[in-house]
C-alpha cells in the first residue's frame, strides 16, 4: 500500500495545526488525571473498586494495548498529561509560542542517557512492583503523581521532553509497538527539508515549539521517538511534513541495531509472560511472592524476573544470533572483513520480537478486560467508593464478558503474532543474510509458553 | 493574544482544580465508616455519636473482607458491609449512654475485637430499668482464678440415662434456679453423694443424673436461638464443637509467644487459647454464674472479650446452659 496523506483537505490538516484542540484535550485528560490520583488516594482501597485500578489498570489500559497503539501508534503521547505540566512550566506558556518566557536550565540530557537504557530500567523497576501498582490504589496515585512531579522536575532541568524521551516507562513500551501502526509522521521530500534555512520544526518558531523529542523530521524513519505531539505541523514553513497512512509494521522493514532497543523488546517480552502468571494464573505462591513487597518470596520473584527479562531471553537471543553466524557459511571473518563475526546480530535478531511482544500484550489485556471488565462499570458509576451510583451501573456485579470466546481470541493473537514475528524474522534475517530457522525456533518458545501460561 | 493565553490558563486551572477539589469535597461530606480486619485498624472511626430519639444514619464500606455491623443489646438486625460497597443502617435509641457496635462476621482471628462505641447524648427518660449487679460479682466468685472440679466422672454423663434415673429415684433430687446458677455441677454431684436418699445410685448413675438436671435447663424452643449466637460468637475461637479448636484458635495463639498448651479455661498461664469446653475438670468445677461472668466480662488480658455490652442477660444464660452440653451431650454438642 502506497503511503498516502491521512488528512485530505486542507481544512482538515489546518484544523490539527491548531494548537486550541490539543490543549483543550490534554487539559481534559489532565483532569482525569488528577481525579484518578485524587480518587486513588482517597477512594475505597479495595482496587477492584477504586475508581484509579479499575479505569486506569482495566479499561485505559486495555484500550491501550488494544487499539491505541496498534492502529495509532503514538497518538496517546500526543495528548498524555503526564508531561503536559512540566511543559508548560518550562515554555512559560500554555497556547502561543510568541512571547513565551523558557523557563529552567535548559540542559541538555547527558549523552550517557540519551538512549533507552533509562527507560527500560524504569519498565522493569515498574514491573518489579506492578503486583502493587495494578491493584492498590494508594500506589496507582502515587506512582501517576510521581511520574508528573518528575516530568515537572526533568522539564525544569532539561530542554524539551526529556521525560518522555528518555525516562516514561510507558514511553517507551509505546513507542516500541508504536512501530506497526499504519500511521506516521514523516516529511514528504527530504531535498526541502536540506534547503531549509530555519530548521523551524526543531528550533521552533513564532508558530510552534522546537520539537520536544528533540527529533529532526527529516531523520524520522520509524516511529519509536515521534510523540504525534503535531509541533513540527505548525512550525513547518514549507507544509513538508504530514500525518499519513502506511502498512502495518513497516518500521520494520529496517531492524533497529540498537541493543538498547533490543533489550526493551526482550523486556517486553518477558513481562507480558510474567503478568500472565501473576495476574492470570493459578499459582497462588508467585502471586503472594509478588505481592509481598521487600520479604525474602518477591525478592526470590524479583530475581527471577530479572533473570528472565535481562539474563535468560537475551542470553538465549545472542545466542542463537551467534550459532546462525557460526554455521553459516561467508559470514565468519574473512581476511578482508575481520570484525564481521565480531558484530553479533543480537539487536537485529530483536525486531521480530516487536510484533510477537505486541501480540503477547494484546492477548494479556484482552483477557484481563474481558475478565475484569465489569469492574470498570461499577467504578465509573462511584468513583469514590462513596455509594453514588452516577450512570446507574454501581450494582454490577464480576461478571466476566464472552468467557467462551477467550480461549479461541487468545490462540489466535497469539498465533497469528508467532506467524507475523516469523515472517519478519525471515525478512530481516534475509537481511543480514543469516538463516531464519534458528531465530523463528527462539520465537516458537516463548509462544508456547505464553499459550501455556493463558490458555 | 496575552488575553487569550490568561484566558486558556484560567480556564486549565479551574478545569483541573475541579478535577481534584470536586472529589475531595464529595469525600469530605460523606462520612462513611471504614470496617478493617482488627489487625489493620478495625473500624474507623471507632466512636460514633448521637443523640437519643434522633435517627442516626449510619454509613459503612469495608476496605479489605466482607464485615457485618450489629449494634450490641439490640434487636436490630446486622448489615453486612461488603468491600468497597457502600451499606447503610439507620439506628435510634431511646436512652443517652455508651452502646457497643461490632462486627458480626468472622473476619479474621483478631475479629472480636473490631469494636466500637455510640456515646448517645440526651436526657434519660423516667422509668429506666435500675442495673443490678452481675452474680458472679454477688457471689464472691474470682473470675481469674482456677475453679477444677474435685471430682470428675469415669465416664462421660448421659442425660438421657440421668432422664431414667430421674424417673426411678422417688422423689428425684431438684436443684432451684438460684442453686443451678451458683453451684458447678461437681458441687451438685458432691451434694447429692452426701444425700442419704440417693445412696443408691452409683457415682456414674448421680452423674447422669446431674447431666440430665443442668441439660435440662437449656429449654429445647432456646436451643435454636442458643446454638445460633454460639455459631455467630464463640464457635471461631471455641470450635464448633466447644474443642477449642475454632479456626481462629491457633492463630490467637501464635500470635502470642508466650503461650504455653494448655486450654482449660483459661486457668493457665495460656491466655490466649480459647477455652475448651469439653475439660470435664474445668467445665464441671465452673458454675454457671462463674461462666456468665467469664462472658459478660471477658477475659481481662486473656483473648477473651467482653460480651456484656453486646449479649442481653438472656442470651448469656442461654449460652451458658449450652456450654454444659458440650459435657453432657458427648460428641454432638448443641
Known sequence: MKPRSIVLSTRGMSLLKKRGWQVALTTVMLAGLVFTAVAGWIGTPIGSRNFAIAFVWIGWFAALIIFLIPFIGRGWCSICPIPTVGDWVQRGNVLNPQGSRPRGLGLRVPAIFRNMWTQNAAFALLALFSAAILTSPRVTSVTLASMVFLAIGLSLVFERRAFCRYVCPMGGFVGLYSQVAPIELRVTSLERCAACQTKACYNGSANGYGCPWGVFPASLTRNNFCGLCLECLRTCPNKNITLRTRPFAADLAMPSTRPDEAFKSLIMLGSAMVYAAVLLGPWSAFKNAAFSIGSLAWITYAGVFLMLVLGLLPGSLWLVGRLSQRFTPGVEGTRTNPSARAQSPFAVFATPLVPLGLAFWVAFSLTFFLTNGSYVLSSISDPLGLGWNLIGTAGVTWQPMLAGAIAPLQTAILVGGFIWAARVARRVTTQVRLPSTPLIGFLFLPTVAMLWLLI | ?334
Open chain 2, 1 to 334: 493574544m496575552r488575553l487569550r493565553e490568561h484566558a486558556a490558563r484560567l480556564a486549565i486551572l479551574v478545569v483541573v482544580a475541579a478535577a481534584g477539589l470536586i472529589p475531595l469535597a464529595a469525600w469530605l461530606r460523606t462520612p462513611l465508616v471504614h470496617a478493617r480486619m482488627a489487625e489493620s485498624g478495625g473500624w474507623g472511626p471507632d466512636v460514633l455519636h448521637a443523640r437519643a430519639g434522633k435517627p442516626l444514619l449510619v454509613r459503612l464500606t469495608s476496605d479489605d473482607v466482607v464485615h457485618g455491623f450489629a449494634v450490641g443489646l439490640s434487636d436490630a438486625p446486622a448489615v453486612d458491609v461488603l468491600p468497597g460497597k457502600v451499606s447503610q443502617t439507620w439506628l435510634e435509641f431511646d436512652q443517652p449512654g455508651t452502646y457497643t457496635f461490632y462486627c458480626t462476621r468472622w473476619c479474621g482471628p483478631n475479629h472480636w475485637r473490631m469494636r466500637g462505641t455510640i456515646e448517645v447524648e440526651g436526657v434519660k427518660t423516667e422509668g429506666t430499668a435500675t442495673v443490678s449487679p452481675p452474680l458472679f460479682q454477688v457471689l464472691g466468685i474470682d473470675l481469674d482464678q482456677p475453679h477444677p472440679a474435685a471430682t470428675t466422672p469415669a465416664v462421660v454423663p448421659d442425660p438421657q440415662r440421668g432422664a431414667q434415673v430421674a424417673a426411678e429415684v422417688a422423689p428425684p433430687p431438684t436443684l432451684s434456679l438460684d442453686a443451678y446458677r451458683s453451684h458447678s455441677p461437681a458441687d451438685v454431684w458432691r451434694t447429692w453423694r452426701a444425700d442419704a436418699s440417693l445412696s443408691g445410685l452409683t457415682d456414674a448413675a448421680l452423674w447422669d443424673l446431674v447431666a440430665y438436671t443442668y441439660n435440662s435447663q437449656l429449654a429445647s424452643a432456646d436451643r435454636d436461638d442458643a446454638a445460633r449466637l454460639f455459631a455467630a460468637n464463640c464457635a471461631a475461637c471455641h470450635g464448633e464443637r466447644g474443642d477449642g479448636q475454632g479456626v481462629f484458635a491457633e492463630a490467637l495463639v501464635q500470635s502470642e509467644p508466650d503461650s504455653g498448651a494448655d486450654s482449660s479455661m483459661g486457668h493457665s498461664a495460656d491466655a490466649t487459647r480459647p477455652a475448651d469446653f469439653t475439660d470435664s475438670e474445668a467445665m464441671l468445677g465452673a458454675s454457671p454464674a462463674l461462666l456468665h461472668g467469664k462472658i459478660l466480662r471477658g477475659g481481662m488480658g486473656s483473648g477473651m472479650p467482653m460480651w456484656g455490652a453486646i449479649l442481653t442477660d438472656a442470651q448469656i444464660w442461654k449460652l451458658v446452659n449450652l456450654l454444659y452440653t458440650f459435657q453432657f451431650d458427648g460428641e454432638s454438642g448443641p
